[in-house]
């Protein structure tokens, strides 16, 4: 368990640095391969804490993420500038991760150990339910499809539904008639 | 290399030939992932990922000239539509065997590709579903938006 703690820490701190490095540089294309360092970072965290479902999901959409924003971001130009640093915005940030800090260090005292989650007690729990029926139940040998599409596929519903809606809203901003449309208004 | 892809003609023949044949090697990872995935690590969100990379892979190597040739616009939201259509009519034909999601057929032995009931079905509609979107996503992106310069 401690070899994972650490290895863990290690992979978070690897995609803090990630990320502040994502924010900070002046190169678009760094900040695009930083976002997706950080993103594989996030996949091998999934193994570690043996999520292979969730570690699979992650490095794929990662993968198409950074291809896309490569493509379709970076050959653009960056028409961005350097805004002036400003005291009051440095004092305001300096004191938003103050309270943010202090908000996390009493969360985290009041959290369960790390291994030991809610679901997992020796009484009867939700986890436990799903467990002990998802095979008999819906006959899937994978458990977390059995709960992503048998116990909770009303929940998935709704994400396909988010995933769609969002798709159309891209095509709308893209499609063909209003970009024509708005050209010939010109 | 860069200028060619720019203009819509492709990469050279090296990344062509390799790119068309790992598109297939991707597909058909894809497609396990899609279909055994109430057997193995992975489900229809994953796999169809996974099958949209094998199409962006085409677009990149080959050039958008290419692909609007056998691919029209319209063909990445068709697909997504009936996918999404699908997905809610397995949701709603549990309603004749007696609830919402509910799971009506045969379970099947365990560890074997056809059990599960309507499980794998699901993932197959998710699979093409997302393949769908995030191709037609990058497509309205990358490829289509110079189609509509060069029209409008």
């Known amino acids: 368990m401690t070899a994972i703690l650490i290895g863990l820490f290690a992979l978070l701190i690897f995609m803090i640095v990630a990320c502040l490095i994502a924010i900070e540089t002046r190169d678009l294309l760094s900040a695009v391969v930083c976002v997706g360092a950080a993103g594989f970072g996030l996949a091998l965290a999934d ?18 993420c950074v291809v896309v924003l490569i493509r379709v971001v970076v050959t653009r130009q960056d028409h961005t500038h350097e805004t002036p640093k400003d005291t009051f915005a440095l004092a305001a940030v300096v004191l938003c991760l103050g309270l943010f ?64 809606v969002s798709i159309i809203g891209a095509y709308a901003v893209l499609r063909s008639v209003g970009r024509i449309g708005h050209a010939s208004h010109k | 290399m860069q200028a060619t892809s720019e203009s819509g003609g492709g990469l050279s023949p090296i990344v062509k030939t390799v790119a068309r044949w790992m598109a297939g090697f991707i597909l058909v990872f894809g497609l ?16 169809g990922v996974v099958l949209s990379a094998a199409f962006i892979l085409v677009v990149l190597s080959h050039g958008r000239r290419e692909v609007l040739q ?11 539509g009936l996918a999404a259509l699908a ?50 996503v990058f497509a309205a992106l990358a490829v289509f938006r110079h189609l509509h310069q060069r029209s409008a």
């Open chain 2, 70 to 80: 056998i691919l029209s616009e319209r063909a990445p939201t068709i697909y997504d």
């Open chain 1, 101 to 164: 800090l202090a908000a996390c260090g009493f969360t985290f005292a009041a959290l369960r150990p790390f291994g030991a989650p809610l679901f997992a007690g020796p009484e009867p729990t939700m986890a436990g339910q799903y467990v002990a029926h998802g095979l008999p139940d819906t006959g899937a040998v994978n458990y977390v499809t059995s709960i992503l599409l048998d116990f909770r596929g009303y929940d998935t519903l709704g994400e396909a539904t988010v995933i769609f």
């Open chain 2, 32 to 47: 396990s992932v899609v279909l055994y995935g109430h057997l193995t690590p992975g489900g229809g969100f994953a796999g």
């Open chain 2, 87 to 136: 997905f809610l009519l397995l949701a709603v034909l549990g309603y004749a065997a007696g609830g919402f999601f509910l799971n009506f057929l045969p379970k099947g032995q365990p560890f074997q590709l056809w059990s599960g009931g309507i499980i794998p079905l699901c993932n197959l509609a998710i699979g093409v579903k997302v393949g769908a979107c995030l191709f037609g």
């Open chain 1, 47 to 64: 193994l570690l804490l043996s999520a292979p479902d969730l570690a699979l999901t992650q490095m794929v959409v990662e993968f198409i």
